[in-house]
């Protein structure tokens, strides 16, 4: 019957006392480890890393030879007509020591250390014995894993000139506005160490870079709450037929169609009149900008009418068959953005909640990219289409966790019509070249 070893586990306390005990009682590797459940490599190689050897009780005095049995050695000595066998010497009250003057003298180690049990607990010759000891203690193994344990958490573990080597690489690219996500994506054959030694050591200051750099290092300002809706919109008549849960229904019958979020991002309220237009593509995270002279429906349609007219209304309805949008005021006549002057329809529109944004979360959470180089606030009165589309190809070629280390722009070659793509002028940057900072569009 097979024993069954647990796997992937640290020896524990007690199990290290009962490896003490089984190495007093001499019982075996194979033994000790159906005990509690540890392999017999494991016991071993847990006795030779924590075994100690005590001083001897004579340190001064040499240890016998391990050739000694089998020495011919002569006239080592200056003695004149000695005959003797050098190792007759070996007694240290004489005037010549053997050990002394032989050049091949090398000191006898007890066969328990070099083989199992490693140790010389249980041996019942350990008080007579002249040869060097080792011993395993339970407490003693236990405190020197425990300060293992923190010391290699502890520090830097790399030398300086690989620390140099991580700067050049890693620094540049974070302070274009690049994630580790995306470095790593691209350059992780060449880190030697995880992401999260990465954070330690921009949070201890080693690299150029700075944990300001970081995206989310620096705590985000807690947003007011948005007061409720005064009058409800849910009486609204472009609201029939395209509430959340008509959505919802309909994907329980077209569970493979594919879904895209819509809404706006404005500037601040006071210094910008245009706004960006997004759309979000939740197959392959593509996201789509595009910039409107000011938020209302006229310039909503128009962007719908120019893609249905370049796209065509089949390839415009197969990339956006379901549209997910807010209740702006700037969406709230779908009837000219689901149909097209000559009827045929375009895609169908449907509305989240009122005041419920996270129902199109990741449209939502997809606009931090934007504000990594436009910042809250920011006058979008300065930016032109130009700067929008390539906004949109630096945002659409940086590397994602989510999307297992590829970019939404490469994934949507393989699920997205390409016309989409020649259309608006969708190109993929170079990872090294991915700018998500302020100095973009500057």
Not at 43 to 54: D, G, L, N
Not at 61 to 73: E, G, I, N, V
Not at 294 to 305: G, I, L, P, R, T
Request: glycine share 4%.
């Amino acid at each position: 019957m097979s024993t069954l070893f647990i796997k992937g586990k640290h020896l524990t306390t007690s199990q290290r006392i009962k490896i003490e005990k089984g190495l007093s009682d001499l019982a075996s590797f194979a033994s000790i480890s159906r005990s509690i459940g540890k392999h017999p490599s494991t016991i071993s190689k847990e006795v030779k890393k924590h075994r100690f050897f005590p001083p001897r009780s004579h340190p001064d005095s040499l240890l016998p030879c391990s050739h000694k049995s089998r020495c011919r050695q002569r006239f080592l000595c200056d003695k004149k007509d000695c005959t003797k066998l050098c190792k007759s010497c070996y007694d240290p009250s004489k005037e010549a020591d053997c050990r002394l003057l032989c050049p091949d003298y090398s000191p006898k180690i007890c066969p328990s250390l070099t083989h199992a049990p490693y140790v010389c607990n249980g041996c019942h010759k350990v008080k007579r014995c002249l040869l060097q000891h080792a011993f395993y203690s339970a407490q003693q193994a236990d405190q020197d894993y425990h300060s293992l344990l923190v010391e290699s958490r502890v520090g830097i573990n790399q030398e300086p000139v690989d620390i140099a080597l991580l700067d050049d690489l890693i620094s540049p690219l974070l302070l274009k506005g690049q994630s580790l996500a995306h470095i790593y994506a691209h350059h992780g054959h060449q880190i030697p160490c995880s992401r999260r030694t990465l954070y330690n050591y921009i949070d201890k200051g080693i690299f150029t870079a700075r944990n300001i750099d970081l995206r989310r290092k620096v705590r985000y300002k807690l947003k007011p709450r948005k007061q409720p809706t005064r009058v409800s919109l849910c009486a609204k008549e472009f609201r029939i037929n395209r509430t959340y849960d008509d959505f919802t229904a309909f994907l329980k019958t077209h569970p493979t169609t594919s879904v895209v979020e819509m809404d706006t991002v404005v500037g601040g309220h006071h210094n910008s009149h245009q706004v960006f237009l997004t759309l979000f593509f939740r197959n392959c995270s593509l996201m789509l900008i595009f910039l409107l002279k000011e938020k209302s429906q006229d310039y909503v349609h128009q962007v719908f009418h120019k893609l249905s007219q370049q796209l065509g209304a089949e390839i415009f309805h197969t990339l956006f068959p379901i549209i997910l949008t807010d209740n702006g005021t700037e969406f709230q006549d779908p009837q000219r953005l689901e149909f097209d002057k000559d009827g045929n329809r375009l895609t169908h529109i449907y509305y989240c909640h009122p005041n419920s944004s996270w129902q199109k979360g990741m449209i939502e959470k997809n606009h931090e990219y934007i504000r990594y180089v436009i910042p809250k606030g920011a006058s979008l009165d300065c930016f032109t289409q130009a700067d929008a589309t390539l906004l949109m190809n630096h945002i659409n070629s940086e590397a994602r966790d989510s999307l297992n280390g590829h970019s939404p722009f490469k994934l949507s070659l393989l699920l997205l019509n390409n016309k989409l793509h020649k259309t608006l002028g969708l190109v993929e940057i170079s990872p090294d070249d991915v700018q998500l900072h302020p100095t973009l569009l500057k």
